[in-house]
């Protein structure tokens, strides 16, 4: 499994309804989720191949940023 994180511009779940009904098909109600507590609002998803420019695409495309966040799992000394 890959787990990707972005930092986006989707600021409420309101926000959610133009990027909900794909996320949704491509990677299944339950892999992707949204921090909006965060001052990033970060969306998480996990998938089964990395595919950040695909879900990048997806919300630009809707009129929102959204940068994919590399990171090291030795960052978090795993």
Do not use: Q
């Not at 309101?14 to 009904?21: D, G, M, Q």
């Not at 949704?24 to 949204?34: D, R, S, V």
């Not at 929102?64 to 960052?75: A, G, I, K, R, V």
């Amino acid at each position: 499994m890959n787990i990707m994180i972005f930092k986006t511009s989707v600021r409420d779940k309101n926000e959610l309804t133009f990027v909900r009904p794909l996320m949704n098909i491509l990677f299944g109600e339950k892999n992707w989720t949204f921090a909006f507590e965060d001052e990033d609002k970060i969306l998480r998803v996990v998938g089964s191949i990395p595919c950040g420019r695909i879900i990048e695409e997806i919300f630009r495309s809707r009129g929102f940023m959204c940068d994919e966040l590399h990171y090291s799992l030795s960052e978090f000394n795993v």
